[in-house]
């Protein structure tokens, strides 16, 4: 009897210490995952802010260069430098006319079907630089409309728009903060406020792009035609020589909810009336993945309906 228990009480005791065994086993393979993953991720973390470190001065040996290469162009007034860009480009357009043929009507006689692609709000790490490959891929320039607090909010976001200018495409005004409230109280355009928003944008587009930097064109956050108010505005703008530009199509790529590719392009088709100048409102921030993914297809109708691309100054 006694032998037999002596013997159970062993048993158990080798049970026991098997289970401890075990149990400190799995401890120990679970602390070196842990501490394996705090290394890996610690590692990449590194690299990570390496790459920006790297990223922010290649910007600013770029802004550097430009710099140097606009100096001649600094020592002019806005206007007389605003002036000059005009005649830089031959084939882009003056805003001015088209944005006459938007609001009245006033027809420009060239015969030409031109379709002006443009994109707001940007830049964006995520989705300017696919449109940029496939304006690069289709050989076209598109007007990209920036918002000077998304510049600013990272070196890789200011990469973009240089990149964006050097590849040839024109480089609009969509204010610094884009917000309504600032900029239109009670849905009245403030004259003040909004021309300072353009100053601001101005000087954070200028750090990037050098000090000649200058565009006369501006696009109004939800469009000029929106809101009440902008005479004096306006008088504003034609004393210092910026002309706003407003759309006559869209993808509604910036109305509601986030929308699919089909109802983008279906979007595109309902307000596409073979204008013979097409001023394409579109949107390259952030959540707009999709209006890259259906501009391939929106270059490729307009081709074949016989539009030329250009941009507008
Ligand atoms: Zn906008």
Not at 31 to 42: C, K, N
Not at 208 to 237: A, C, Q
Not at 260 to 267: F, I, T
Not at 270 to 295: I, P
């Amino acid at each position: 009897m006694v032998e037999g228990s002596e013997l159970r009480m062993k048993r158990k005791r080798k049970k026991r210490m098997k289970i401890r065994k075990r149990i400190n086993g799995i401890i120990l393979f679970a602390g070196t995952i842990v501490v394996s993953s705090i290394f890996v991720t610690a590692y990449y973390r590194h690299n990570i802010v390496k790459r920006e470190v790297v990223q922010a001065s290649v910007v600013e040996s770029n802004v550097k260069q430009e710099t140097v290469g606009n100096s001649a162009q600094s020592n002019l007034s806005l206007t007389e430098f605003i002036n000059k860009e005009l005649t830089v480009d031959k084939t882009s357009y003056d805003a001015g006319p088209i944005q006459d043929f938007l609001s009245k009507n006033i027809k420009i006689d060239d015969g030409k079907k031109i379709a002006f692609l443009t994109f707001d709000d940007g830049p964006s790490t995520t989705v300017t630089p696919k449109v940029l490959e496939i304006l690069k891929k289709n050989d076209i320039k598109a007007t990209f409309f920036i918002v000077g607090k998304e510049l600013e909010k990272s070196p890789r976001a200011k990469q973009i728009l240089l990149d964006t200018y050097k590849d040839g495409n024109s480089i609009g005004n969509h204010t610094y903060t884009h917000i309504y409230n600032n900029l239109y109280p009670g849905g009245k355009v403030d004259p003040d406020k909004f021309m300072a928003e353009l100053d601001e944008n101005n000087s954070a587009m200028r750090k990037v792009l050098g000090e000649g930097f200058r565009s006369r064109i501006v696009r109004f956050p939800g469009g000029h035609m929106s809101w009440k108010g902008v005479d004096e505005t306006n008088k504003r703008f034609d004393d210092i020589g910026y002309k706003y530009i407003d759309w006559n199509g869209l993808i509604g790529d910036a109305e509601g909810k986030p929308k699919s590719k089909e109802q983008l392009l279906n979007r595109y088709r309902e307000t596409f009336k073979n204008q013979q100048k097409l001023v394409l409102l579109m949107h390259d921030t952030y959540g707009k993945e999709n209006t890259a993914e259906v501009l391939p297809e929106i270059i490729a109708d307009l081709k074949n309906k016989g539009y030329e691309f250009r941009t507008l100054k």
